[in-house]
């Protein structure tokens, strides 16, 4: 096991040197619905130019909150004691923070403040991922977002919304996207998530 882990993680740091060599851009926010652009940013070595790290939305939250991103960002997060997880909940206005990867409440606040003061507006990569009762609307709603570098992950392909990217393997492997960051084989360096070219995407300005 212990050999497999040390071959895996050596593919894995490959992997990553190589996309952090082809990556052009060294500005850009990335506002995602979940975990996937604090885990772009730790592959790539970059800073988090956004307060969306280590936490998640649900979609209709996440529409609104991409829909007027500046309001929402003026607005300080509280915390909702009444939604009963094992990590801290937080609003702003009406719409909820799962911070599930903070121990506390105080700490995601601080966090999230402290990231929201370093978004490039002239830079921003709005990501999100389908839930699987996700439905037509939502993916109309998303392709009528108002930012130029978009992309919605979904299990099935959709060409008829153009900003929809299928992630074929999970979606045949899981019946969801709830495991893109998993490691696509015991011996492979390659994750889920990597379907997508994210370092291309990125790279459009």
């Known amino acids: 096991m212990q050999k497999q882990k040390w071959w895996r993680n050596f593919l894995r ?4 040197m190589a996309d952090r060599k082809a990556l052009t851009n060294s500005q850009f926010s990335i506002i995602s619905s979940n975990c996937w652009g604090g ?32 309001w929402y960002l003026s607005i300080e997060p509280i915390e909702d004691t009444s939604v009963k997880l094992d990590y801290p909940v937080g609003k ?19 966090k999230w403040i402290e990231r929201a003061t ?33 992309v919605l992950f979904t299990i099935k392909p959709h060409p008829e919304f153009p900003s929809t990217f299928c992630l074929s393997d999970a979606g045949k492997r899981f019946g969801d996207l709830s495991k893109i960051f998993e490691f696509k084989s015991l011996f492979g360096g390659y994750r889920y998530y990597d379907e997508f070219d994210f370092v291309s995407f990125l790279n459009k300005q």
């Open 13 to 16: 740091k490959r992997i990553r």
């Open 39 to 70: 885990v772009v940013y730790h592959d790539l070595g970059h800073e988090f130019l956004s307060p969306t790290i280590n936490l998640w939305f649900e979609p209709s939250d996440f529409l609104k909150f991409v829909e007027s991103l500046k």
């Open 92 to 110: 702003i206005g009406d719409i909820h923070l799962y911070f599930m990867h903070y121990n506390s409440f105080e700490e995601a606040k601080r």
């Open 118 to 150: 370093r978004i490039n507006w002239d830079n921003i990569y709005v990501v999100m991922t389908e839930w699987p009762d996700s439905s037509f609307n939502l993916y109309e709603k998303f392709e009528k977002l108002p930012y130029k570098n978009k």
